[in-house]
T-cell receptor, first 114, second 111 residues
Framework: DTGVSQDPRHKITKRGQNVTFRCDPI?????LYWYRQTLGQGPEFLTY????????KSRLLSDRFSAERPKGSFSTLEIQRTEQGDSAMYLC????????????FGAGSRLTVL | QKEVEQNSGPLSVPEGAIASLNCTYS??????FFWYRQYSGKSPELIMS????GDKEDGRFTAQLNKASQYVSLLIRDSQPSDSATYLC???????????FGAGTRLAVHP
């Protein structure tokens, strides 16, 4: 068990481009979360999955953001038509259904939009 | 009003002292609370969880919860320079679906 893996670790893109991040959770964890964190702030909830079902999305998540977890294993977070305000650390976390409160975070994917 | 509030700090304490970190929350439906530590450039890691009123101790760390006052705290005894980090307080939302984080308190322990 190598923990929660995220890829890529860093992404620099130009405004208007699309980007996709991948998260591989701990294998026995059913729940998967995406958070966004900007400098000086705590992680901000974006969305979460239980198995392949996306159960909640933040109102802050615009329609340029989409997340999938097609087979209940890894997840992808896509941002279309990136804006400079999207620059942030995108954190993935997973948890088991029992003890679902305890999140284990990945190392994060840092996005810089020029 | 933010759902989970913390002083941003920095909180500066000398090595060996007790560091006291505080957090308030607004959702009375929250029942579970967590403290995460985040080193600069790294992801958050869980230090402690607390679910019942009172104190919970784990090594040098003590978490305190007062649901009536909607207040959570973390005490770090015998602070070490390696404790220098940002400490994030998190509350499980009343719907039991997600953690809501505060902005974090930056702790600096100086030799």
């Amino acid at each position: 068990d190598t923990g929660v893996s995220q890829d890529p670790r860093h992404k620099i893109t130009k405004r208007g481009q699309n980007v996709t991040f991948r998260c591989d959770p701990i294998s026995e964890h059913n729940r998967l979360y995406w958070y966004r964190q900007t400098l000086g702030q705590g992680p901000e909830f974006l969305t979460y999955f239980q198995n392949e079902a996306q159960l909640e999305k933040s109102r802050l998540l615009s329609d340029r953001f989409s997340a999938e977890r097609p087979k209940g294993s890894f997840s992808t977070l896509e941002i279309q038509r990136t804006e400079q305000g999207d620059s942030a650390m995108y954190l993935c976390a997973s948890s088991p259904v029992r003890g679902a409160n305890v999140l284990t975070f990945g190392a994060g994917s840092r996005l810089t939009v020029l | 009003q933010k759902e989970v509030e913390q002083n941003s700090g920095p909180l500066s304490v000398p090595e060996g002292a007790i560091a006291s970190l505080n957090c308030t929350y607004s959702d009375r439906g929250s029942q579970s609370f967590f403290w995460y530590r985040q080193y600069s450039g790294k992801s958050p890691e869980l230090i402690m969880s607390i679910y019942s009123n009172g104190d919970k101790e784990d090594g040098r760390f003590t978490a305190q919860l007062n649901k009536a006052s909607q207040y959570v705290s973390l005490l770090i005894r015998d602070s070490q320079p390696s404790d220098s980090a940002t400490y994030l307080c998190a509350a499980l939302s009343g719907g039991y679906n997600k953690l809501i984080f505060g902005a974090g308190t930056r702790l600096a322990v100086h030799p």
